[in-house]
């Protein structure tokens, strides 16, 4: 099994994203039988889409997980869909603002997660980490990244969660292995 791990760069007022360096650590890493292939997406909403088409043209994953900073929350949350919506008073890194626009005229107004989120929250919680369903990704550029990945991901599927900024890198690290190995033990990704 191949598995896609994406992060972040930093953003806004956030000096460093936790994102950014599992997805880095991630690369290359077996867990659980599974290969972990680590991106970092740049936090803009174009550039996300350049990056990913990138990530799954070279690492063709059977399972995609996501994850991005959520800073006001306050324990891991798997997220249930991806809006068809850019939305944010706050630019990205290219600084680029969006102001309700559509990701994709032609998409869904919702798309949702392909992996089995009740599961794994399941397996995190058995894990003994502190974490919540959330049902919807927020309207800025992790969202964005998660819709297309949905869209664009073919027979892979995909899931994002949210991470709080006081996150330790190892409790972030036991978390995707906690997930990659629930992946990995039910020899598919449904």
């Known amino acids: 099994m191949r ?13 460093s994203n936790p994102t950014e360096r599992l997805a880095r650590e991630a690369d290359g890493r077996r867990v659980g039988g599974a290969l972990l292939a680590g991106r970092v997406l740049p936090t803009e909403f174009r550039g996300c ?6 990530a ?45 626009r559509p990701i994709d005229r032609r998409g869904p107004t919702v798309v949702e997660a ?16 502190a974490v919540a369903v959330s049902y919807h990704a927020g309207t800025y550029v992790c969202n964005h990244a998660f819709y297309r990945a949905v869209r664009r991901a073919g027979r892979a599927r995909v899931g994002f969660i949210h991470v ?27």
Request: charged share 30%.
């Open 3 to 15: 598995v896609l791990v994406t992060g972040f760069t930093p953003f806004g007022k956030h000096r």
């Open 56 to 100: 799954f043209r070279e690492t063709r994953p059977d399972a995609v997980l996501m994850f991005g900073l959520a800073a006001d929350r306050k324990r891991l949350a798997l997220e249930c869909v991806a809006l068809n919506v850019d939305h944010s008073a706050k630019p990205d890194n290219a600084g680029r603002r969006a102001w309700r």
């Open 164 to 190: 709080p900024k006081g996150i330790s890198p190892r409790r972030l690290r036991r978390a995707l292995a906690v997930l990659v190995r629930h992946l990995a033990r039910r020899g598919n990704t449904r």
């Open 49 to 54: 889409d350049r990056a990913l088409d990138s």
């Open 114 to 129: 392909t992996l089995p989120v009740d599961r794994l929250h399941s397996a995190l919680r058995r894990a003994g980490m």
